[in-house]
């Protein structure tokens, strides 16, 4: 996957608005990674994100028990999935994961925990605590480069 960009917010609104940005250019079908250390801001990232596709505002939990949300937004579902409590990457297949990635736009807190089960094509996200602020980390494929390019307002 090639590097596309790395952007610093400094607080939890400006994560959020970044996940607005993103979440405009998001189709059924992507799946979007969030790596990151405990606290690091994957859920202040996908609770943005989904907040800028809904209707009206909804509140948006971590799936840290569930493993799993979804959501019925503007762009059709979409699945929030933290896979922190999955004890092997095969678990995956009992949360239909695998339908997801054709149909829905899936948001995969902690994505090492499926060890070869994601799609290739996908936009893989790396936050980063520095100081008070966050370091965000994008790498993707030519679509996600493509939609990305000069789109962020940061």
Known sequence: ???????????ANATE???????????????LTLSGGLGAGK????????QALMKAPVEVPSPTFTLVQTYDTT???????????LNKPQDSLELGLEEAFGNAICLIEW????DGLLPASRLAMSIALDGTARR??????????????NRLKV
């Open 1 to 11: 996957m090639a590097h596309l960009t790395q952007v610093v917010t400094s607080t």
């Open 17 to 31: 608005r970044l996940a607005a940005q993103i979440a405009e250019l998001a189709l059924p079908g992507d799946v």
């Open 43 to 50: 859920t202040t990232f996908a609770r943005g994100f989904i």
């Open 75 to 85: 762009k059709g579902p979409v699945w929030h999935c933290d896979l922190y409590r």
């Open 111 to 114: 994505p090492e925990r499926l």
């Open 136 to 149: 965000i980390s994008m790498d993707g494929n030519g679509q996600w480069r493509e939609r990305l390019n």
